[in-house]
C-alpha cells in the first residue's frame, strides 16, 4: 500500500541488465579462450573478472526482479531486502577474488613467462569495445540502486583492466618486458579493492539498520521538537530497507489538549512533511505514534520503557 514509487525505474534497469547480462557472458566465453591461447596471467584475471561482472549482473538482474514483486502478510517489505543482500555477496566475492589476483601476481613477476603481445592486444582490445557498451547500457540506470551500482562499479573496472591488457600486450610487444603481464594483472586486482570494500561496507550498514547516510539524526529530532504543540521525541529509529526505501519511526510527546481538541491529525501531516520534504534524505514513509503528555507519568509507561 503506498509503495508504487518504490518500484519506479525497475523495468528499465531489468532491461539494461538483461542486455548486459547476455554481452558480460559472451566476453567471458571469447577472453577465456584468448587466455588460454595466449597463457597471458593479465588476461587470465581480466577474464576472471568479467566471470564476475557476469555473474553479478546475473544476480543483479534476478534481485532486481524479485525486489520488484508486491509485499505480502508473510514478507512485508516484499523482496526489497534482497537487493542490499545480493551487492553484498557481489562485494564479498570481488574482495576475494582481488587478493587472489594480487598473491598471483606477485609469483608471476619474479617467475615471469613468455607472452605473445600481439594476440594479448587483440582480446583485450575486444575485451575493452565489450565492457564499453556494458557501460554504455547502465551508465542510464538508477545509481541509487545497489545492485545497479555493483554491476556498473565492475564493468567499469574490468573496462580499465582491458586498457591495462592492451598496455602490457604493447609494452610485451616493443620491449619484451613480460614481468609487465604481472604488474598489469596486479593492477587489475588493486583496482576491484577499494571500491567493492565501500560497497560492503555500505551494504552492511543498511543489514545493521544503521542511519541512513547523509541524515543527520540529531538534526532531524531537533526540527521535530520544534513543531508546534510537540513536547518531546523519543525511541526515533531511522534505517533502509533497500537503497531506495529509507524508513523512519518515532514516539512523539504532545500536549495533552492536543487529543482533546483534535490537533493530532494535524501535527502527524506536520511531522511527516517534516520528514519528507526538509532533509536531504526524503523519508516517505515515516510512522509517528503520538503520546499524551500525562502517559509519561502513568505506571504502565514507565514499565515499557
Known amino acids: 500500500m503506498g509503495h508504487d514509487h518504490h518500484s519506479h525505474g525497475t523495468g528499465a534497469d531489468s532491461k539494461r541488465l538483461t542486455l548486459v547480462v547476455a554481452i558480460a557472458w559472451l566476453l567471458f566465453a571469447f577472453q577465456l579462450a584468448g587466455a588460454w591461447i595466449t597463457g597471458s596471467l593479465a588476461l587470465l584475471f581480466d577474464t576472471v573478472h568479467v566471470f564476475t561482472d557476469a555473474l553479478s549482473v546475473t544476480v543483479a538482474l534476478v534481485a532486481a526482479h524479485l525486489a520488484a ?3 505480502s502478510l508473510k514478507r512485508t517489505w516484499g523482496w526489497k531486502r534482497i537487493e542490499v543482500i545480493s551487492a553484498m555477496f557481489q562485494a564479498a566475492f570481488l574482495l576475494g577474488v582481488g587478493a587472489f589476483v ?3 601476481a606477485i609469483k608471476r613477476f619474479f617467475n615471469p613467462a613468455e607472452i605473445p603481445g600481439f594476440e594479448v ?13 556494458m557501460i554504455a547500457i547502465l551508465v542510464g540506470g538508477n545509481r541509487q540502486n545497489f ?3 555493483a554491476a556498473f562499479l565492475e564493468v567499469l573496472n574490468d573496462a580499465l583492466g582491458s586498457v591495462a591488457v592492451i598496455v602490457s600486450a604493447l609494452v610485451i610487444g616493443v620491449w ?3 614481468q609487465a603481464d604481472a604488474v598489469v594483472a596486479l593492477f587489475i586486482g588493486i583496482l576491484i579493492i577499494p571500491r567493492t570494500l565501500k560497497l560492503l561496507f555500505e551494504t552492511i550498514n543498511v543489514l545493521l539498520e544503521s542511519t541512513p547516510p547523509h541524515l543527520d539524526l540529531q538534526k532531524l529530532q531537533n526540527h521535530l521538537e520544534s513543531q508546534e504543540h510537540v513536547l518531546a521525541v523519543h525511541d526515533l529509529h531511522a534505517s533502509q530497507i533497500s537503497s531506495d526505501l529509507p524508513v523512519l519511526t518515532a514516539h512523539v510527546v504532545l500536549r495533552d489538549e492536543c487529543f482533546e481538541t483534535g490537533h493530532t491529525v494535524e501535527i502527524l501531516k506536520a511531522l511527516q512533511n517534516c520528514v519528507n520534504e526538509h532533509f536531504e534524505v526524503s523519508i516517505r514513509h515515516s510512522t509517528f505514534q503520538l503520546e499524551p503528555e500525562s502517559l509519561k507519568e502513568s505506571e504502565h509507561y514507565a514499565h515499557l520503557h
Do not use: C, D, Q, T
Request: overall charge positive.
Open 102 to 104: 594480487v598473491v598471483e
Open 121 to 133: 592486444l587483440i582480446f583485450g582490445a575486444i575485451g575493452l569495445v565489450g565492457n564499453l557498451v
Open 147 to 149: 545492485n545497479m551500482r
Open 176 to 178: 619484451g618486458w613480460y
Open 69 to 71: 514483486r508486491p509485499s
